[in-house]
């Protein structure tokens, strides 16, 4: 079975990631618009009619944006934990009932040929999650938004062959920024965001022969830039002596369009 990612868009901005097989597939956030969602998966020869549902992580706007017009026009199933739920309808009123879908950390569920568990991540909303989505003996775990690494997420991350993790701030950049104290300590926090040092060092240690895609997200327009993400995590895997293998790929994901699609074949 294929097993299949690609990134329509990630950052600040907004967050949509898109995970298909040969005939179906879901997408994990819809943090842009319903346009641009559907533009982009058309742009990557995915069909609107081939989507059976979309994962949401937590109610910031910048993983929900689209999520309304999409369960009332597209009928497109919504699945995140009832806490979660609660926080997102009292922003998003007019989101269809019939396609709201609860699910519960770390039971999996069947999807459109995957099989699907969410777990626990720390950040600022009333709950988050990440999501590890199986096909055969292929794996993808996406850890963003969170301001440590629990370790129970930790289990989950080691598990994949693919891996969207955050890289969210280079630490001088913030520190040296422009932003208040209050918003540079919560972006610093437990309950905040991935910098580039904490993200690498976490890899390094982590770093295993079945991990053959990495691919660093949500990065910050004002506190980030991918040559700085890129730059730390291979100056950390330098200092620790890892040597990737041919097969073994670092991706940074774009902020505004669509990545080119990873292909995992079992």
Request: net charge neutral.
């Amino acid at each position: 079975m294929k097993l299949n990612f690609c990134s329509l868009s990630s950052g600040s901005s907004g967050n949509c990631y898109y995970i298909g097989n040969e005939f179906y597939g879901i997408l994990i956030d819809a943090g842009i618009s319903a346009t641009s969602i559907r533009k982009f998966l058309k742009d990557i020869g995915i069909s609107m009619q081939t989507i059976m549902g979309v994962m949401i992580t937590h109610n910031h706007i910048d993983h929900i944006r689209g999520l309304e017009v999409l369960t009332r026009k597209n009928s497109l199933p919504a699945f995140t934990t009832r806490k979660i739920w609660e926080s997102i309808l009292t922003l998003q009123k007019k989101i269809s009932l019939d396609c709201i879908r609860e699910i519960s950390l770390q039971q999996k569920f069947h999807l459109a040929g995957f099989d699907i568990e969410a777990f626990p991540v720390y950040h600022d909303a009333p709950e988050t999650i990440g999501f590890h989505i199986c096909a055969g003996d292929k794996k993808i775990t996406i850890a963003t938004d969170l301001g440590h690494i629990c370790q129970t997420a930790a289990l989950y991350i080691k598990e994949a062959n693919l891996l969207v993790i955050e890289s969210n701030y280079d630490e001088e950049m913030l520190v040296n920024g422009n932003y208040p104290y209050y918003l540079k300590s919560r972006i610093k926090s437990d309950h905040g965001h991935l910098g580039n040092y904490q993200t690498s060092v976490f890899l390094a240690d982590i770093f295993n022969d079945n991990l053959s895609h990495i691919c660093l997200a949500h990065l910050s327009k004002n506190n980030n830039t991918p040559e700085k993400a890129l730059q730390t995590l291979q100056q950390t895997f330098s200092e620790r002596g890892i040597i990737l293998k041919s097969q073994q790929r670092i991706s940074i994901l774009n902020r505004n369009v669509p990545t080119e699609m990873i292909r995992l074949v079992e």
